[in-house]
């Protein structure tokens, strides 16, 4: 089963309300932005990390990037580190690299959102494709996924 047709299965079977999006092809978290007309700080991108261990989803804004000593300390970790391209192939099959949704149900983790997204009315986010995004209301995204919240980005001085 295709990673799209997962998702909507998945959001489909819980009731929740979301708008799927096709864009063109685009490949990193800015370039999806332009695509659906966005402000990088409305596009939500995953990274995925492990912290002492366990893998975590943590979710920032396209126009940010990931302070590690930030989240560090939010995890209450020693060690965190990104996983590599290769591991994400293993744990994600069928998505693209870099077009990993924030559902952690999905996956078996934990998904943590910085504050920033979190501030937001709406979500959107890639949905396993570099050319499929999904926006839903945050409040929805809550009730889905139960993130954590923290502060662990800063705008990228390119996005600035």
């Known amino acids: 089963m295709s990673i799209p047709r997962r998702i909507r299965m998945y959001l489909d079977s819980l009731n929740i309300s979301y708008e799927w999006m096709k864009h063109s092809e685009a490949f990193t978290a800015q370039e999806v932005a332009h695509a659906l007309h ?64 924030p559902l952690g149900d999905l996956y078996g983790m934990d998904v943590w959102v910085d504050r920033t997204i979190a501030d937001q009315k709406e979500i959107v986010f890639n949905a396993g494709t570099h050319m499929d995004a999904v926006r839903m209301e945050y409040h929805d995204f809550i009730d889905l996924v139960k993130p954590r919240v923290g502060r662990f980005s800063e705008l990228r001085a390119a996005a600035a």
């Open 38 to 101: 966005l402000s990088g700080k409305r596009l939500a991108k995953t990274v995925v990390v492990e912290a002492d261990s366990r893998m975590i989803m943590v979710v920032l804004p396209a126009s940010h990037r990931l302070v590690m000593s930030e989240l560090r300390g939010v995890l209450e970790a020693r060690e965190v580190k990104l996983l590599p391209e290769a591991e994400l192939e293993k744990i994600f099959p069928g998505c693209d690299l870099g077009a990993i949704p």
